[in-house]
């Protein structure tokens, strides 16, 4: 009779960050508090971008995107966490630790190519200032952002596949606090060599595009500072990037850290700490990174409240 490439394992057991009980209340508020951070900070910016004509232009379309996503991003992992925190047993069934792998690879890719985006339109702004509201019409925004969001699903169907045609026999422990990938293939008692083979291509794939991009993106943008004669321009050119720099830098570097480290078990335990960067605490400074410098952040807030208020 031929085998069935179904699930022999109904559920899983997350570890968690840590298994100390003395640290699991005060980290439940930790990541509580940050959760509420993230959820009324993105939802300000998304409010703010809908209610203000003066930031209905491309690079807020973007933000207001970027927002969007990194709001739904932390709530795949967040809420599972701190109910973990709370029970003695964490566990996930294999119905939701699948969803959490098709989510998590949805909003993470479209984080990725929202900051490719983003950074496209920083080119466009400063080295190419007359053509910038030519070049970045409302269509070629709306193209940008549902290739993005096409992209991330072709990815998310492809990962999430792979991953339902996996066998789990026995071993049913996760070593980290959300269905993670890696974590996830070793614990499979069939070959994951398909598994592989898609996150190397679509994994390679995608980081080439957005590396390329940021870095060909800020090289004619370097060109182009350096050669503005006065200090103020540099300045103020320097003022636009700048939030999308320290964006990019957070999000790409806590994801280097968990990925692009050997598979063991000390490497393991490194990298669920990592991954506490790309999955709560980006998602929770993205929108302090961009409204804290931000004028019209500032004056659209100042206006919306007023107007609610008189």
Known sequence: MDSVNVSLVAEFILIGLTDQPDLQIPLFFVFLAVYLVTTLGNLCLIILTVLNSNLHT?????????????????SVFTPQMLMNF??????????KCMTQ????????????????????????????PLLYNVVMSPKLCLILML???FIALCNAVAH???????????????????????????????????????????GGINIIIYSLTIFMSYGFILSSIFHISSSEGRSKAFSICSSHIIAVSLFSGSGALVYF????????????????????VVPM???????????DIKLALNKTL?????
């Open 147 to 149: 290739g993005s969001y």
């Open 101 to 128: 792998v098709y989510f998590f690879s949805f909003f993470a890719i479209s984080e990725c190519y929202v900051l490719t985006s983003m950074a496209y339109d920083r080119y466009m702004a400063i080295c190419n």
């Open 285 to 295: 400074l993205n929108p302090l990174i961009y409204s804290l410098r931000n004028k």
């Open 86 to 95: 709370i029970l003695r047993k964490n566990i996930i069934t294999y119905i």
């Open 160 to 202: 999430t596949v792979c991953m339902l045609r996996l066998t789990f026999c026995d071993a049913n422990i996760i070593n980290h606090y959300f269905c993670d990938i890696p974590p996830l293939l070793q614990l499979s008692c069939t070959s994951t060599y398909v598994n592989e083979l898609v996150i190397y291509v679509l």
């Open 261 to 280: 480290k050997p598979s063991s078990i000390g490497s393991m335990n490194e990298g669920k700490i990592f991954s506490v960067f790309y999955t709560n």
């Open 306 to 310: 007023n107007s609610r208020i008189f």
């Open 58 to 74: 491309p690079m807020y379309f973007f933000l207001f995107n970027l927002s969007l996503i990194d709001l739904c991003y932390s």
